[in-house]
């Protein structure tokens, strides 16, 4: 609920998140995105460091850029950017945004796609796959998934998502699709499986 509040502060304004941004480099290339953005669309953005122990460098950032700053931990009221400074909230709070950016894909080993997708939105991500490559081709391949090289290609992407309603809507049914099919053959393997363990111990 005090998510809610907090984000009750933006109005209507879309949101942009960036989620479990690793280190500095993260954090540059995400505002590094945003900015021009901001500049063509009434935005904001929210960042997500993924230790909370990096919350310094991340105003330092936003300060250096001129925007303004909003912590969940202090309730702040409305920013150019949100900064989700706590923890276990991150899932939630990406029901909030348009789009997601997962971070530790640039110098890292990725983290979880899945998350954005429940709530039917698109995905982003920097050029290393990581732990995460299979799930993110699938993602690629449903549409609902964008592997980014550079600053500019994620401020397009970011672009294209804000100015059509009408392709959200259409990626927020793929992910329901992708999401269902996923789920079902993650069963089907479970099942297998148990039926295999089931047969070993039958024969004993």
């Not at 209507?12 to 954090?27: C, Q, R, Y």
């Not at 122990?53 to 950032?61: D, F, K, M, N, S």
């Amino acid at each position: 609920a005090s998510l809610d509040r907090w984000f009750a502060s933006a109005g209507t304004t879309p949101i942009l998140a960036a989620g479990s941004t690793d280190d500095s480099e993260d954090d540059r290339f995400v505002v590094a995105a945003f900015v021009p953005v901001r500049k063509t669309f009434d935005a904001k953005l929210m960042i997500a460091p993924r230790r909370p122990a990096r919350v310094g460098e991340v105003l330092e950032l936003c300060a250096k850029h001129g925007l303004s700053v909003s912590l969940r931990s202090k309730m702040d009221r409305e920013a150019d950017v949100y900064v989700l400074d706590t923890i276990g909230e991150l899932n939630y709070a990406y029901r909030f945004a348009q789009a997601a950016h997962v971070g530790g894909s640039l110098n890292g080993t990725g983290h979880n796609v899945i998350e954005p997708l429940e709530w039917g939105i698109p995905v982003s991500y920097g050029p290393i796959r990581g732990h995460f490559a299979t799930m993110q081709e699938s993602c690629e391949r449903a549409g609902v998934g964008t592997r980014t090289w550079s600053v500019s290609q994620l401020a397009v992407h970011w672009l294209g998502v804000l100015n059509s309603a009408e392709s959200r809507q259409e990626i927020a049914e793929e992910c329901t699709r992708m999401l269902k099919q996923h789920r079902g053959a993650l069963e089907a393997t479970l099942s297998e499986i148990r039926e295999l363990i089931e047969e070993r111990e039958a024969g004993r």
